[in-house]
Every structure is written in structure tokens, then in C-alpha cells.
């Protein structure tokens, strides 16, 4: 695998991120991958959504009012219950739409099942981030029902060979390297989550590795993918983890500058909200266009 551009929720800075219809036009803009985050209802069914409980600045009721800062835990509601709900517009004068200005609404757009993702989306690879939270257990299923939902759902689209788990919360990725050792992971980290290591890799620390993340991912999985916030992230340890056989995606690039100096490091493909950015960076690195059909090579 080369160079791997991922477009972030879709490409969550031009369109309404995790829904069918920005993920279809991240895949026309040009990525090798879609990253999004699942959560899991109430009545069992993975469903693409970043955060726990609905988010008052994208979701707007079924009477077209945007929704208090924070809704109903998602696992709170019925397939049918969450389906009722509009995700194709940010909340005018928000923070949210401040960051994202560029971002094209998509009225109507609702919360996708998992299924529908990769029934729509067949040619770029599913990029899945198990969304559970150490610190707040009783907002989720656990780690292994959510990634045993997951790869279910891939494996009854035939999808598994274009699917990547990826978490923050270590304990979803070890249960699926047990049972499911084909699939392929990546590891999440963040300042935060480095600084609680014992909490969200669910027992190591750094210091048991000499202080070296790069090491503390590859003891989990030899052959896998780091994925580090790009703003802590240095050269050397780009070059370390290399060196440990790990491919470095860090997230999320949206900054032109930001994402040469990484490609000039070496890094093996970046996460972006921007993939439309990233494109003309790419090409001035003599980088190749995105757009492998993946599902060709699945047939």
C-alpha cells in the first residue's frame, strides 16, 4: 500500500460530515479511504456518528429546530427514533460552522446505518473508529459488542477486505486482533490519551517502552497502523515507528503547510477534513492520484 489520503467523517470541511452524501462526494473528490465513527442503538443496528449523545450544533429535530448543545445518548435511541433526525446542516453562527465554512449543506441528510455505508460506498476503503469511552462506559455498548456489531455488518457486505478498525480505546482493537486477525487495525493516540495511557490502552503506559509510543503500538501489533494527532507528532518518531514496520497516518491535516512538511517526512498518508487541499499538495510531491478501485481486487 502507498501513499493513503483519508477523508475525514467524508470530507467533514466541504460537506455534512458522516452522512451517505458526503462520503459519496469525498470518494468523487478523490481518497483512497473514508474515515468515520460508528455508535450502536438501542435496539442493536452500528450507526455512523461521531459523538455519544447527538450534537445540537448538526442535528436538527424532526420539527427543523437544531437540537440543545447536547441530545439523547445515541444508544438511547431506536433505529427509527434516530432516523428522524436532520444531519445535513451546521447550526448558523456556530463555533462548528466557524471551523468548517467551507462546508456545503445537505438538507435531509440523515444518521447512515454502517450497512448503508458500505453498500453505497464500494470503491474506497472503510476507515471505522470504534467511538467507546473508557471514562464514561455507561454512554456505549463495550468495546468488544460494538466491534463484534462491526464486523458482522462488514462481513455480511463482503467489505471486510476493505475495512479498517481503528480506536483511541485499545480494548476494541485487541478483541478484534483475537477474533479476527485478518482484519486490518490502527491505533489512535492523542495527547490526552497518551497522558491517561493506562486508562485508554487499558493498562500500558509509555514509560514501560522507554517513553516511545511508536513501541507501545507495535508491541500490540507488529504489523498495523499508527495514527497520532500531527500536531504532538515528531520527525523522528515517524522514523521510528518505520523502523518498528508500523505505517503513520497522522489526523487531521487541513492546513497546506502542514500537510508538505508531513509528506516530506515520509509519512504514509495523512487524515484530512480537506482532501481537495491535499490533492495539489500531493501532486507537487509527485505523490499519485487516489482512486484504486479497491473492490475490483475484491472480486
Not at 468515520?36 to 438501542?42: E, G, I, K
Not at 474506497?124 to 454512554?139: F, G, N, S, W, Y
Not at 458482522?152 to 479476527?180: E, I, K, T, Y
Request: proline share 7%.
Amino acid at each position: 500500500m502507498g501513499f493513503e489520503l483519508q477523508g475525514h467523517r467524508g470530507a467533514r470541511g466541504r460537506f455534512p460530515e458522516n452522512t451517505i452524501e458526503g462520503f459519496a462526494a469525498a470518494v468523487a473528490l478523490g481518497v483512497d479511504a473514508v474515515e468515520l465513527d460508528v455508535a450502536v442503538t438501542a435496539d442493536g443496528v452500528p450507526v455512523v456518528f461521531h459523538d455519544v449523545a447527538l450534537h445540537g450544533d448538526i442535528v436538527r429535530g424532526p420539527d427543523g429546530a437544531w437540537l440543545a448543545r447536547q441530545g439523547p445518548l445515541v444508544r438511547s435511541l431506536s433505529l427509527a427514533e434516530l432516523a428522524r433526525f436532520d444531519v445535513g446542516r451546521l447550526r448558523p453562527g456556530s463555533r462548528y460552522a466557524a471551523a468548517h465554512p467551507k462546508q456545503v449543506a445537505r438538507d435531509g441528510a440523515r444518521v447512515p446505518t454502517l450497512q448503508a455505508v458500505f453498500e453505497a460506498i464500494t470503491a474506497v476503503r472503510i476507515d471505522t473508529e470504534l467511538k467507546t469511552l473508557p471514562h464514561r462506559p455507561e454512554a456505549t455498548v463495550t468495546p468488544a459488542e460494538m466491534a463484534d456489531r462491526v464486523l458482522a455488518v462488514a462481513a455480511s457486505c463482503g467489505a471486510l477486505g476493505r475495512l479498517d478498525v481503528r480506536s483511541f480505546d485499545w480494548r476494541g482493537l485487541r478483541h478484534v486482533r483475537a477474533g479476527w486477525p485478518g482484519v486490518a487495525l490502527t491505533f489512535l493516540t492523542s495527547a490526552r490519551t497518551v497522558m491517561q495511557a493506562p486508562l485508554w490502552w487499558d493498562g500500558p503506559r509509555p514509560a514501560d517502552y522507554g517513553g516511545s509510543v511508536p513501541r507501545a503500538v507495535a508491541a500490540e501489533m507488529p504489523v498495523a497502523c499508527w495514527a497520532p494527532d500531527h500536531r504532538t507528532l515528531r520527525e523522528a518518531e515517524v522514523r521510528e515507528a518505520q523502523s518498528l514496520g508500523l505505517r503513520v497516518v497522522p489526523w487531521t491535516v487541513n492546513e497546506v503547510a502542514d500537510m508538505a512538511r508531513l509528506i516530506a517526512w515520509g509519512v504514509d498518508g495523512i487524515c484530512t477534513d480537506r482532501p481537495d487541499l491535499a490533492l495539489p499538495v500531493m501532486a507537487e510531491a509527485g505523490l499519485p492520484k487516489p482512486g484504486k478501485d479497491i473492490a475490483a481486487t475484491e472480486r
